[in-house]
């Protein structure tokens, strides 16, 4: 039986570390499905999805402790079965001047819900504050 893991990483960006989490995979028997990774605040930070036979599990995450131990923090957590999707995907590209709350208001106007009350320049985001392609 096999199943599926995600190794999340997070370290001081170098050459070789993307390669070591391979190589940690494959040592383990494992199967890379997908991938996240990239340089955020000067780290290197990702997430891997990966299918392993349940018996070489230990071996997985005694490969991912040797990566660890070079100066890359990884932690594994087993994946939940994938739920069905629907709709459509959407893909969105922002350009605006960063606030706080950016995020939270970004994903508001994404799921439909608006704010009551808000009115231009009292720091709520507007759709029209934007430049979406």
């Known amino acids: 039986m096999t199943v599926r893991v995600i190794l999340s990483v997070v370290g001081s960006d170098r050459p070789g570390l993307t390669n070591a989490l391979a190589d940690a995979v494959h040592a383990a028997g494992g199967n890379w499905l997908e991938s996240h990774l990239s340089r955020l605040g000067g780290k290197y930070v990702g997430s891997v999805l990966v299918e392993v036979d349940a018996a070489a599990l230990p071996a997985l995450e ?42 939270a ?29």
Request: hydrophobic share 40%; net charge negative.
């Open 62 to 103: 005694a490969q991912a402790r040797e990566v660890d131990a070079s100066g890359l923090r990884v932690s594994l957590v087993r994946a939940d079965e994938a739920a069905p999707r629907s709709g459509e995907a959407l893909t969105i590209e922002l350009v605006g001047q960063d606030r706080a709350g950016f995020g």
């Open 105 to 133: 208001h970004v994903s508001m106007m994404a799921d439909g819900r608006r704010r009551t009350g808000a009115r231009r320049g009292s720091g709520a985001v507007e759709a029209d504050d934007y430049f979406v392609t």
